[in-house]
Nanobody, 128 residues
Framework: QVQLVESGGGSVQAGGSLRLSCAAS????????MGWFRQAPGKEREGVAT???????SYADSVKGRFTISKDNAKNTLYLQMNSLKPEDTAMYYC??????????????????????WGQGTQVTVSS
């Protein structure tokens, strides 16, 4: 069974950077469209960024201009470059993938939550 495995989390000070990776164990159509989500203790899960099969990306307002999502199809790997990190970015970060075609990134994000293949998460902690 195909698995998604996140890595790259850790502890950094505010203003620092981290690069998260999400590797699929093998190619699957479920990795054609992907996204990053995060969940902090006591808070609801929120979408961070999505990237569709054509490479179009979308970001939550809270991370726009600081985070960059990208995908290396040859390596079956999704990335999230996080710069200018803030304490409020502290959370468990999850990647997810889903097959298909979506009219926009809102639809893609909903599909990832409802039908996606998910990884186990990687912790990001940002101290002030």
């Amino acid at each position: 069974q195909v698995q998604l495995v996140e890595s790259g989390g850790g502890s950094v000070q505010a203003g620092g950077s981290l690069r998260l990776s999400c590797a699929a164990s093998e190619y699957t159509a479920d990795s054609d469209n992907m996204g990053w989500f995060r969940q902090a203790p006591g808070k609801e899960r929120e979408g961070v960024a999505t990237i569709d099969r054509d490479g179009s990306a979308s970001y939550a307002d809270s991370v726009k201009g600081r985070f960059t999502i990208s995908k290396d199809n040859a390596k079956n790997t999704l990335y999230l470059q996080m710069n200018s990190l803030k304490p409020e970015d502290t959370a468990m970060y999850y990647c997810a993938g889903v097959r298909g075609y979506y009219i926009d990134h809102n639809a893609l994000s909903s599909a990832l939550v409802a039908f996606g293949l998910w990884g186990q998460g990687t912790q990001v902690t940002v101290s002030s």
